[in-house]
T-cell receptor
Framework: GQQLNQSPQSMFIQEGEDVSMNCTSS?????WLWYKQDPGEGPVLLIA?????ELTSNGRLTAQFGITRKDSFLNISASIPSDVGIYFC??????????????FGKGTLLTVNP | GAVVSQHPSRVICKSGTSVKIECRSL??????MFWYRQFPKQSLMLMAT?????????EQGVEKDKFLINHASLTLSTLTVTSAHPEDSSFYIC????????????FGPGTRLLVL
């Protein structure tokens, strides 16, 4: 089945630094989603990308849908302590059909040192 | 965004008992709900897809007789873990999809299950 390879697995950064993480797939995705999960909570949608080449921002977050449709990246600028959490990329599985089942990457654990 | 709730937020039960977890979409109608399981430091693994008024579709390797799913209305889906065992201890998360594409899938806050 489809797999999403997300990197890096974890990052330790200082407050104020910029962060970049990415997701790749061996197969084409028509939609890329980026979620953030705080400890003990469910994921919250940050950015949704629907078109190859699309670049979308949400505050300090910017994500791009790769032209090959097999990759996406998420950038966080000027990180702050509340950016701590696990970031997941996700996309609809090939077998999802009209139900839009999602496949998730393994996540990037972000730690921000004040 | 839309709100999805789960109840209970955490539950501790004895081995062999059954546990029911509720997932509700509070301000929209969800034709489809999804149930995920997440083990510590791992990603979300889809267990089943629940469509209102029909039988749930389970992912490969998920026992449908052990994880009973009922989607009785457009705002409520329930997951019952039957005869729970310690290996069923996990974080269970539901999501609900409104009409309008894959980006409109909203997640609940999760239920932490501990089976003793």
């Amino acid at each position: 089945g489809q797999q999403l390879n997300q990197s890096p697995q974890s990052m330790f950064i200082q407050e104020g630094e910029d962060v970049s993480m990415n997701c790749t797939s061996s197969s084409i995705f028509n939609t890329w989603l980026w979620y953030k999960q705080d400890p003990g909570e469910g994921p919250v949608l940050l950015i949704a990308l629907y078109k190859a080449g699309e670049l979308t921002s949400n505050g300090r977050l910017t994500a791009q849908f790769g032209i090959t449709r097999k990759d996406s990246f998420l950038n966080i600028s000027a990180s702050i302590p509340s950016d701590v959490g696990i970031y997941f990329c996700a996309g609809p599985a090939a077998s999802g059909g009209s139900n839009y089942k999602l496949t998730f990457g393994k996540g990037t654990l972000l730690t921000v040192n004040p | 965004g839309a709100v999805v709730s789960q109840h209970p937020s955490r539950v501790i039960c004895k081995s062999g008992t059954s546990v029911k977890i509720e997932c509700r979409s509070l301000d929209f109608q969800a034709t489809t709900m999804f149930w995920y399981r997440q083990f510590p430091k791992q990603s979300l693994m889809l267990m089943a897809t629940s469509n209102e008024g029909s039988k749930a579709t389970y992912e490969q390797g998920v026992e449908k007789d052990k994880f009973l799913i009922n989607h009785a209305s457009l705002t409520l889906s329930t997951l019952t873990v039957t005869s729970a065992h310690p290996e069923d201890s996990s974080f269970y998360i539901c999501s609900a999809r409104s009409s309008g594409g894959v980006g409109t899938q909203y997640f609940g806050p999760g239920t932490r299950l501990l089976v003793l």
